[in-house]
């Protein structure tokens, strides 16, 4: 019984938190061991790991100092009551799954014991040792852990319209609790015409989502039989379809086989939203702009560094977080460490390679703990799960060098269903119950067994 009413609150606050996500107010107060409200803005704290952002990399990592420390050596910063497994969104904007199996509410996945700062960072000052909250907390330090995601910029795309207009404009993207749902409104609406998908000029996290939803909208026009009254574009900055060539391959097989029309170099920088219109410009030759109407359009939108860590001491040129790319540790501050979006770290962002790398922070850490140099190495270790029909998926695994890395000794560049149901029902349970709680550090280790110790 204590179960059932666990999960019908959980329902209940899902609910109530998913219909003020819209306006980004959304304060629901829950009851945990861990939870902190608001603070005093004289109020101040110390803890021996602080960990900053409560997505992906935030809370898996607490998890793991807290095994290391005790849980009241460790706090989290994190304002959103929600936490989101971000991956199965992909499926959500094509209707496969329902946008309420995406979240579940931050208390029930801070470590218990473990302390929640229910508060934006606003401010990281390194050389102090300390971080400034929103509500004017400062929490002080001995070793900092950076996981506070990237950012995404919709505002940059000119005229593109208030969400709250998205349906009636035909516009989804998969990209953000707020709009998620509109992808799929747009596909169910869609009558004939264009069905135009974006891939921004700028880095990405899972830079393979943008076209899965291409490929599911061609499966679900297929099925609904209005294919052949639709014309699907791809339009994408990056010169290649895919990074890695061995994937990028078989992606143009599918795409040549499927005529699906895909153009390179291309940045969406315009939405005429009333005309139904969207603006490319070639990268190739800035100033020229191609014009495509639309009956649905997917945005990507353009993405950057987390403005707190930009604006600190902590981030490299481009305001990302600068972190030695084998022990992620701070390059110039060594009780400051990185994972996940926020770094430089020169992967592909994922929530794979937040597992692989939070297995190597762990053991980093470890040895700084002990006063010794860290020796572990991420190898760049991230994975993609190409979601090319309802049922069939290319699981890419690479590393820094852009060679796969595959876990399974087949050849995963291969649509696969067993590889769709590893996405869709064994992935969202490894999230949950072995990512989040630190238990899963990716899967070096049964690659080796599955290739005999070969790799
Ligand atoms: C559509 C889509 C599909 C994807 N598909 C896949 C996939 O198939 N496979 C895969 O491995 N990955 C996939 N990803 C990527 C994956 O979700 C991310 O790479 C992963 O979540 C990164 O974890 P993170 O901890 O770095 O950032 P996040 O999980 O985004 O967490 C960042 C956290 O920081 C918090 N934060 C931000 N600013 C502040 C602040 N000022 N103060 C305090 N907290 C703050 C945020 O609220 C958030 O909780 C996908 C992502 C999307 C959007």
Known sequence: MATVRVVHRQRALWRQCHRTAAIGICH???????????????SKEHYKVLVLGGG??????????????????????????????????TLV???????ASSGRPTASVVPSGVKWVRDKVQEINPDTNTVRTGNGMEISYQYLIVALGLQLH????????????????????????????????????????NAVFSFPNTPVKCAGAPQKIMYLTDAYLRKTGKRAKANIVYN???????????YADALWEIVKSRDIQVNLRQNLIEVRADKQEAVFENLDNPGETKVFEYEMLHVTPPMGPNPEVKGSLLADEAGWLDVNKETLQHNK??????IGDCTNLPTSKTAAAVAAQSSILDRTISKVLKNEKPDSKYDGYTSCPLVTNYNAVILAEFD?????LE?????????????????????????????????WGGPGPYRKIMHLGMK
Do not use: C
């Open 333 to 338: 501050y060594p009780n400051v460490f990185g």
């Open 236 to 246: 994408t900055s990056l010169p290649v379809l895919f990074g890695v060539k061995k």
């Open 407 to 439: 876990t399974f000794p087949i050849d995963q560049s291969k649509e696969r269903w067993t590889m769709y149901h590893m996405k869709a029902d064994v992935m969202p349970h490894l999230y949950w119950h072995g990512l989040l709680k630190g238990f």
């Open 56 to 89: 992906s990399g935030g809370i898996t990592m607490s998890a793991r100092m807290k095994r290391k420390l005790g849980a009241e050596n460790v706090a989290i910063v994190e304002p959103s009551e929600m936490h989101y497994y971000q991956p199965i969104w």
């Open 93 to 99: 904007g094509a209707g496969a799954k329902g946008v």
């Open 154 to 193: 919709y505002e940059k795309i000119k005229g593109l319209p208030e969400i709250e207009d998205w349906v009636k404009f035909k516009i989804g993207s998969n990209y953000s609790v707020q709009t998620v749902e509109k992808t799929w409104s747009a596909l169910q609406n869609f009558k004939e015409g």
């Open 28 to 42: 629901l107060h829950t009851t945990t061991t861990s939870s902190s409200s608001s603070h005093a803005s004289s």
């Open 400 to 404: 820094y060098s852009g060679q796969p």
